[in-house]
């Protein structure tokens, strides 16, 4: 296996997560959040707001961003990136849903993967 | 050897002399100083706000005891001259205590006018000139009661919305038909008496006190119980505060010799009718005139201290004068001569809906009066025309409506602001400063403080300098900037809170989707903002119809604990009324050792804090403390919080009713509702008040005949006694009354809106009608919570700990440690 492969791992059904809520995947490289939208988009963030890291899990889903519940940041679902005067990126992961299945793409999850 | 002058009286016209004196002519005299106050100099002008609460003493001093011993002047405090003797050049205080003088200056004010009437002389009659006055009024307010305040000028006024703040109930007798006659023509009378009464203080107008009843207490001593008007009627007076006037003190003048009229007769260079004594302030007449107002005392000011330097200058003229009344939220400014005249024109502006007033009264193309009430913004400009007599027929068409339209540039309100430098602090809970906000203002087209706060968070936390953030866009946008607009929920609609409330009513709509369809949100899907105040008012407005929307709420009330920085959670099981036993006391013990919690605190609301619990042991420690007895104490949420309480008759010697017992009946009767904003409460069993129930959302203060319930406190960032709505018998009638307040408040606060400010914004007295007076809305509001916590009184943490509800929230969706291990 190459880093240049894509890795898609099954990490649960659509209906797991409710609407307008999220809920996290454990890595090896910390907690990754699973959004789920009014509109059934599903997008996958660290879950670290750029802010002072607060769990961007626990937030307010809403149109496709975020609400930090430290100190309300937004974040854009679709880049990462922080909306309004707030400056900051968060990193995303590729993520799909096939068949009510989330697949994501754990290619970057383990640094010491390509050692394993 | 510098010459020996003498000053009589140390307000605020001789602290001015002084001052310029020592600036042109530092060691022209050894000067001492006999005040009759046992202090030194303070501006007398905001003894109505030390008498409101806004400022204490020492924010008036003016010159401190250091001033004194910085310029070598001997200031004797509480030695009060009785004689002057001009034939020797002394001056003999009451203790004995005398002084030469090569010049004396007399500035020994004016007293207080006290209408002659029986009962004047009775305990508890004060009058309003000095700090003793106000101190005394502030020792009367603490035992409540009411006040009769007599004169209803600017004094008087002051007073009586000072003891209002205080907690009393107060009226105001005035002769004439209308308030502040000499200032206000009638029609601003009107809207004055009008916000006075809407402040709670009631207004008699062509009241004639005809005697002032007295009191007899158990030791004896007599105190004033009533006034009595000459039409019969008697209201009821625990103090009476005399305010109806001022005559120039000018007696220790006259016993001298000098020559007096109403006052001491002065030159327009103050000069006494002895060459070596001078007069400044409101003991002095010029010109048949006497004054009480600052701008022409200290103008006299500036005389005297040319005149004791031999500098000379231009003597005193006349002036126009202008007032403002210094009762906060009452907006209003009188200047000049503007009574009605065959040469005179007027030009008049009036919005009935914003309750704003204002006549300018011309003459020869000149302003020569103005009379403002509602929005004073313009009045410096205002002033400054008269002041300058400048021909306005220039831009007379447009003269009311202030210098944004004039092209003037004087006294602009925002001037202040646009001073300040690039770099000058505006928020300092973000760090936000001028430049920054300017600039967002220009580069990204803001229009609104919600705007400014949305792109550089000025004004985000506290909301202190939101003042300033609005002086800001005022200064950047101009005439395009216009406050009164309605403040929107958020960015997703134009409509404000309560006209969202009222639609939610009218059109009935039960859900959130519903809503933003109807009400043609901008927004798919609402925002952070605006869906947990939607939540709350379809929950509050259709108790058992609306299913809450539990991705609508915060996390907090998501997960019923309190995230804190780390992202772990903090839990606070309820202990009703602050009562807890050792079997409760254990439990907690033990919980904390099992799930590693960190830290365990008390919080001030007489609870336990367990702090650093993580998220996925959330249920676990729920399910053993439910195990104990312990629910939740909603520490979490926009619902009711705790009920202080005092150990009362179960244990203090002072306890007077049952406080402990009607803290926890009302927890238990009323916990598990959910409320705009937080609600604290507190039941203290006397008046020494150990719970503090007088700064809560809704508190109550046991006494001997009963309860007294009280609401409107707080004790965040901002600082506010509660204001008493009203005294009841019965702990029944406590409950139904403090349930119905709440239900009010659940009906009609906009989200996150805590009592206090909801309070101010409906009005007390509308509360007051609606739980108090009319029995029958207070027993429906009683009706509809009991009816709506049939649907939120259940245990969240049982819920959840069993398992039964959003089990998804406290696992994660799937565990990739393990997998990419086994790879």
């Known amino acids: 296996m190459t880093m240049m492969d894509n890795v898609w791992i099954d990490v649960g059904a659509l209906e797991d997560i409710p609407r307008q809520g999220a809920r996290l995947v454990k890595t090896p490289m910390g907690c990754v959040a699973l959004f789920r939208t009014a509109t059934d988009d599903v997008f996958a963030l660290d879950d670290r707001c750029p802010h002072q890291g607060g769990p961007l899990s626990q937030g307010i889903v809403h149109g496709k961003a975020v609400t930090c519940p430290l100190h309300n940041w937004v974040i854009n679902l679709e880049t990462g990136l922080a909306q309004g005067a707030d400056e900051g990126e968060v990193r995303t992961f590729p993520v799909r849903v096939e068949g009510g299945r989330i697949l994501i793409e754990a290619s970057r999850f383990g640094s010491n993967k390509d050692a394993a | 050897m510098p010459k020996k002058l003498v000053v009589v009286g140390n307000g605020m016209a001789p602290g001015r002399a002084l001052e310029r004196l020592f600036e042109s002519a530092p060691d022209a005299y050894d000067v001492t100083i006999f005040n009759a106050e046992p202090r030194t100099n303070y501006d007398r002008i905001l003894l109505s706000p030390v008498l409101s609460g806004e400022k204490t003493y020492e924010e008036i001093v003016i010159h401190g005891d250091a001033w004194y011993d910085q310029n070598g002047v001997t200031l004797l405090k509480g030695k009060k001259v009785v004689a002057i003797d001009r ?21 020994t004010g004016s007293v207080p006018f006290i209408i002659p009437v029986p009962g004047k002389d009775l305990a508890g009659v004060l009058t309003y000139r000095d700090l003793d006055d106000v101190n005394a009024m502030l020792i009367a307010a603490e035992r409540g009661g009411s006040a009769v305040v007599v004169g209803g000028g600017l004094l008087g006024l002051e007073a009586a919305a000072g003891l209002k703040a205080r907690g009393m109930d107060v009226t105001v007798l005035h002769l004439m038909p209308t308030l502040m006659e000499r200032q206000l023509d009638a029609a601003a009378g009107g809207l004055l008496k009008r916000a006075l009464e809407d402040r709670g203080i009631k207004v008699i107008t062509k009241a004639n006190t005809k005697e002032i009843l007295a009191a007899h207490d158990s030791q004896g001593s007599t105190r004033v119980r009533s006034v009595v008007l000459d039409d019969g009627t008697e209201i009821p007076a625990d103090i009476v505060v005399m305010a109806v006037g001022i005559r120039p003190n000018a007696a220790i003048a006259k016993d001298a010799g000098l020559e007096t009229g109403r006052g001491i007769l002065v030159d327009d260079h103050m000069r006494t009718s002895d060459p070596d004594i001078l007069a400044v302030g409101e003991c002095v007449e010029f010109n048949g005139n006497v004054y009480g107002l600052v701008a022409p005392l200290y103008e006299q000011a500036n005389i005297v201290a040319g005149e004791l330097a031999d500098s000379g200058g231009a003597g005193f003229v006349d002036k126009a004068l202008a007032t403002k009344l210094k009762v906060t ?156 607009a309605v403040q929107p929920m958020c960015g997703c609609t134009d409509l404000g809170h309560a006209e969202v409330r ?303 509800k959003d089990a998804h929230e406290f696992a994660p969706l799937a565990d990739l440690t393990r997998l990419e291990a086994a790879e």
């Open chain 2, 329 to 484: 939220g009452v907006d209003l400014f009188s200047a000049g001569d503007f009574a009605d005249g065959e040469d005179r024109e007027e030009i008049v502006l009036r919005d009935a809906t914003r309750g704003v007033y204002k006549r300018l009264v011309l003459k020869d193309d000149r302003v020569i009066g103005a009379v403002m009430f509602g929005d004073t913004a313009d009045s410096g400009w205002f002033f400054q025309l008269i002041k300058d007599g400048t021909d306005i027929s220039e831009f007379r068409d447009t003269l009311i409506f202030g210098p944004a339209y004039a092209g003037g540039d004087l006294a602009d309100p925002t001037a202040a602001v646009a001073a300040l430098p690039d770099d000058a602090e505006i928020c300092g809970c973000n760090g936000v400063c001028k430049g920054r906000i300017v600039t967002a203002i220009s580069e990204k087209g803001l229009t609104s403080v919600d705007d400014v706060r949305a792109h550089t968070k000025a004004s985000a936390s506290c909301g202190t300098c939101s003042g300033l953030v609005e002086q800001l866009l005022a200064l950047s946008l101009g005439d395009a900037y216009d406050p009164s």
């Open chain 2, 87 to 107: 034939e020797a050049k002394t001056v003999t205080a009451q203790d004995g205590t005398t002084a030469d003088y090569d010049k004396l200056l007399i500035a």
């Open chain 2, 502 to 804: 009222r639609l939610i009513v009218a059109k009935e709509l039960k859900s959130i989707p519903e809503l933003m369809q109807e009400l043609e949100w901008k927004s798919s899907g609402g925002c952070a903002k605006c869906r947990p105040a939607l939540n709350y008012y379809m929950l509050a407005t259709w108790p058992g119809e609306y299913v809450d929307d539990n991705q609508s709420r915060f996390i907090n009330e998501r997960v019923h604990a309190n995230i804190q920085k780390d992202g772990t959670y903090s839990v606070v099981p309820r202990m009703w009324g602050g009562i807890t036993n050792s079997r409760e006391l254990r439990a907690i013990a033990d919980v904390a050792d099992k799930f590693e919690i960190p830290t365990v605190k008390c919080t001030g609301g007489q609870r336990i804090d367990l702090l650093g619990v993580k998220k996925d042991d959330l249920p676990a420690v729920w399910a053993d403390l439910n195990d104990a007895g312990l629910v939740s104490g909603h520490a979490y949420g926009k619902a009711l919080r705790t009920v202080k309480t005092c150990v009362g008759t179960d244990w203090c010697r002072f306890g007077t009713q049952d406080s402990t017992g009607l803290g926890v009946r009302i927890e238990k009767f009323m916990w598990g509702s959910w409320t705009p904003a937080k609600v604290k409460m507190a039941v203290s069993g006397c008046p020494r008040n150990c719970a503090e129930a007088t700064c809560k959302d809704v508190g109550v203060v046991c006494v001997e005949s009963g309860y007294e319930i009280h609401f409107a406190g707080a004790a965040g960032i901002d600082i506010k006694g509660t204001e008493v709505l009203c005294h009841v018998k019965s702990e029944g009638e406590a409950l139904e009354v403090i349930v119905a307040l709440v239900q009010l408040y659940r009906e009609q606060g906009h989200y996150l809106e805590r009592i206090y400010k909801w309070a101010k914004r409906v009005g007390f007295e509308s509360i007051e009608a609606a739980v108090v007076t009319d029995l029958e809305r207070r027993k429906a509001l009683f009706d509809a919570f009991v009816y709506s916590q049939k649907f939120s009184q259940s245990d969240p943490w049982s819920e959840r700990a069993r398992g039964v």
